[in-house]
């Protein structure tokens, strides 16, 4: 090989491969964009209701009642969600999370509260 390629950012496997544009783990499974490597000087920050800021496996509160889809009740205020896992946005949406007696679900970070 001609270039150094960089380890993977997951499982830090030095036997990474290019497939088109994108990398990939052999070992993994994991793909990522080489442009990826180049811009890790940005960092998001994601802010919850109050302007506190978040991280992977805070522990927060819902501020506001959300109805969910398919389903015949909604998401109280004060409901508690602990080790949530901030994502780049889908649909507006950056937590990932499980929330008791739901399960698995996007939230935004504009309706919680950090619990400090």
Known sequence: MSE?????PQCN????????ALL???E???EWSAEDETNTDEVR???DASGNVL??????????D??????????????KV?????????DGHDIDAKVDGFGSMYLKSSIVKKVL
């Open 4 to 8: 150094n390629l960089p380890n993977c």
């Open 45 to 47: 920050v994601v802010k």
């Open 82 to 90: 602990k080790n949530i896992r901030l994502i780049s946005p889908v």
């Open 28 to 30: 993994c499974s994991h």
């Open 55 to 64: 991280a992977d496996g805070d522990t927060v509160t819902i501020v506001k």
């Open 13 to 20: 496997c030095e036997y990474t491969y290019e497939l088109g």
């Open 24 to 26: 990939v783990c052999p």
């Open 66 to 79: 959300l109805k969910v889809k398919g389903s015949s009740t909604s998401v109280k205020v004060g409901t």
